[in-house]
């Protein structure tokens, strides 16, 4: 890997938010490839993919235990967005806000308070709840970003 990539990687883990952006202008094309060739969708559609990929990286980036494989990281990520989105079939439908009464609107501020309430600890402390083998495949794919051939490989 690329030194100025690893550094990149570690500098955004610690929080700075310009060398994430950074990655996401290195890396967002090779990740709208990526959509593309999965999906063949309209562009409305793949940047929207790839945005929420870097948002998921974002997010999870502090937990990703190895910086040399951030490229296969977000490809992965970038894939199983794709390939969910595809599985789904396509059925993700945008619906105008203008359009959407104040009471829903309302009810979905309660809701996503009462999501956004959970704790990041909480939800470690629960997945390591897990069964010692559920919880290192759990781990090693969503944490890690690992597909599940580098598992089975990892682990025999």
């Not at 040399?68 to 595809?86: E, V």
């Amino acid at each position: 890997m690329d030194s100025n990539i690893q550094t990149l990687v570690f500098k955004a883990k610690q929080g700075d938010n310009s060398a994430f952006s950074t990655l996401y202008q290195i890396y967002y094309p090779k990740m709208k490839g990526i959509c593309i060739n999965i999906l063949k969708e309209d562009k409305d559609v793949v940047d929207d993919l790839v945005q929420d990929a870097f948002i998921l990286a974002l997010v999870s980036l502090k937990d990703l235990k190895n910086p040399n494989r951030f490229s296969q990281w977000l490809t992965s990520i970038t894939s199983n967005l794709a390939l969910k989105y595809k599985e789904r079939g396509n059925t993700l439908r945008y619906i105008s806000l203008s359009d959407i009464d104040e009471s829903v609107i309302d009810s979905c501020d309660d809701y996503r308070n009462t999501v956004s309430s959970i704790q990041y600890e909480d939800i470690m402390a629960e997945i390591d709840k897990l069964p010692v083998g559920y919880k290192k495949v759990f781990k090693l794919s969503v944490l890690d970003g690992l597909s599940h051939q580098e598992i089975a490989k990892l682990l025999d």
